[in-house]
């Protein structure tokens, strides 16, 4: 369960291992967005939640620290969601998710900034100090993060071109 919330030690690099993590998901995402396009980017985000929060749970059981840092399953989960609508954009398009580069870039960028500030929603998940909340302030920063991406591309492609 340890390589789990590790996602194959990646939570172990330093410094930033969150950011690794976040790091990490992205040719993850490549990966089977490639393989089998939006829905299996979609069904393998929600296997691993569920995978997360057992490995979660695992990690911690007995520790006092209920989200020490080098779980990062968590960031893996909430920045796949931030690329949602690059996948579901490309998918509806039908063109190759390298044309949606500026989307990875606003993915990545706005996953980082809300699951750091911890804004709203994202902290009320994180202060649950259980499993099920270090996985869920990440999903709902990851949510936040696919709105924002929804609005910047509105806005490139409705307002600057």
């Not at 893996?76 to 490309?90: E, H, K, N, R, T």
């Not at 910047?152 to 307002?159: E, I």
Request: aromatic fraction near 12%; charge should be negative; hydrophobic fraction near 60%.
């Amino acid at each position: 369960m340890r390589m789990i919330a590790t996602v194959f030690g990646v939570g172990l690099l330093r410094p930033a291992p969150g950011t690794w993590g976040s790091l990490a998901a992205l040719p993850l995402a490549y990966g089977l967005l490639v393989l089998g396009g939006f829905w299996l980017l979609a069904l393998c985000t929600v296997a691993a939640f569920f995978l997360g929060v057992a490995a979660t749970r695992d990690v911690t059981r007995d520790q006092p620290d209920h989200d020490p840092s080098y779980i990062v399953i968590d960031e893996v989960v909430g920045q796949w969601i931030s690329l949602f609508p690059v996948g579901y954009g490309a998918m509806m398009m039908q063109v190759s998710v390298d044309r949606l580069w500026p989307g990875w870039i606003a993915a990545f960028v706005l996953f980082r900034l809300f699951d750091i500030s911890k804004p709203w929603l994202v902290g009320w998940a994180d202060r649950r100090n259980d499993a099920l909340g270090v996985m869920l302030d990440d999903v709902i920063a990851g949510g936040f993060a696919a709105l924002g991406v929804i609005g910047l591309a509105a806005f490139a492609h409705l307002v600057l071109m």
